[in-house]
């Protein structure tokens, strides 16, 4: 077992010891190398936040000199930091859009902070909101008046902004599904949340647990995920009033009981040191080397998992596919807003810059389906086999 391997077990095994109220003393660092590894695996994964739990001061102080221990203590503090200005951000967009009659739903991120314990901060990157598909509008002058500027959108449904300084939003209009069926269970739990206060509303427990257990099944699937959504489930898990009777037979549903049951191994694993055989040490590693959110080069030959096809219209179809309706080609090009007539003109520079786009991303794609080996495409097939995912 390598360095990083062995410090991403004691890491864990330190977090588990904090979250269950055991004696927590990690274990010694004998080198400056051993601090490195354990601080390099915490920031590939998120972690940072929980240095004082992976790392005894005095290892610190005798390993480290000032400067070096400075920098790592400025990281840490600049994190919180920056989590309790997305939190405050996040408050200050709920009451935006509630003053505006918008319904909404904030997801992940802040939102794994009831499931925290207090000497834990769950940093995010982001900030996610749900609105239903009619008041994508109203949301998106929302944030626009709150000095948030357009960035792209994904499929038409997912809509990111930002404002400096490093404020992120993912504005959904769905809540996520690789098929039709899918899609419909989750966006039906929008339908069970309940008021937080004026237009603001959050998923209960149950629905929480299953919609994050699904976004921890997209990662993974798509491109690998790190151990902090591992660790989000196992809190929800620990901590949330979670009814199973309702719970399971929705993930049966989606398909995604027998993933449940293997991230319950790995968990178990990981924070409560219970045993595990080969294939779910496996997975382990697999994990650790995915970091936050996976690396998409781990599964571009599984690009089309669970694709179906559906039955929508062709035009509305690839209007929601390239993203070639006037609204999203309005926020592509601003100048529709006043001139619309110019709608069918920018289709003309979408193509002639889709051209050289094209080109490039082909020739980039070339290159990376070259880079994956025969051994890791059977390793990562082997992966999601042990995950009970089943490639259709």
């Given at each position: 077992m390598n360095n990083y391997i062995e410090n991403g077990y004691m890491i864990c095994k330190s977090i588990g010891n904090s979250l269950n109220l055991k004696d927590n003393k990690p274990e010694k660092c004998n080198t400056k190398e051993d601090i490195d590894s354990r601080i390099n695996f915490?920031?590939?994964h998120n972690l940072v936040t929980s240095l004082d739990i992976v790392v005894d001061k005095n290892d610190l102080t005798s390993l480290l000199d000032k400067d070096e221990r400075k920098k790592i203590n400025d990281r840490v503090n600049q994190a919180v930091f920056r989590q309790f200005k997305c939190d405050m951000m996040s408050d200050n967009i709920s009451k935006s859009l509630s003053e505006n009659?918008?319904?909404?739903?904030?997801?992940?991120?802040?939102e794994f902070k009831r499931f925290y314990p207090d000497n834990m901060v769950r940093t995010s990157s982001d900030i996610d909101v749900y609105v239903s598909p009619s008041d994508e509008k109203n949301a998106d002058k929302v944030l626009g008046g709150m000095g948030f500027i357009f960035d792209k959108n994904f499929e038409n449904v997912v809509f990111s902004y930002k404002k400096e300084p490093r404020y992120y939003v993912e504005l959904h209009t769905d809540m996520e599904g690789f098929s039709a069926k899918q899609k419909s269970i989750l966006q039906a739990l929008t339908d069970n949340a309940s008021r937080v206060c004026s237009e603001k509303y959050s998923l209960n427990d149950n629905d929480f647990y299953i919609y994050s257990l699904f976004h921890l099944y997209k990662h993974f699937v798509s491109s690998g995920a790190g151990v902090k959504m591992f660790l989000d489930i196992y809190l929800i898990r620990k901590k949330g009033a979670l009814d199973y009777e309702y719970i399971v037979p929705i993930l049966d549903e989606l398909g995604i009981q027998g993933f449940e049951q293997a991230v319950t191994k790995i968990n178990n694993h990981l924070f409560e040191d219970a045993l595990a055989d080969d294939d779910i040490k496996d997975v382990v590693e697999f994990i650790f080397d995915s970091g936050t959110f996976g690396k998409v080069s781990n599964n571009r030959h599984l690009s089309k998992i669970n694709a179906k096809a559906t039955s929508v219209k062709r035009w509305d179809q690839m209007k929601t596919n390239y993203g070639v309706g006037f609204d999203a080609m309005k926020k592509r090009y601003p100048v529709l807003e006043r001139f619309p007539a110019l709608y069918p003109f920018s289709?003309?520079?979408?193509?002639?810059?889709g051209i050289i786009h094209k080109r490039d991303v082909i020739k980039s794609a070339a290159e990376r389906e070259r880079s994956i080996s025969k051994d890791r495409v059977d390793r990562y097939n082997k992966i999601l086999k042990i995950m009970q995912i089943n490639i259709q």
């Open positions: 915490l920031i590939a009659s918008v319904r909404h739903i904030v997801l992940k991120g802040t289709f003309i520079h979408r193509f002639f810059n």
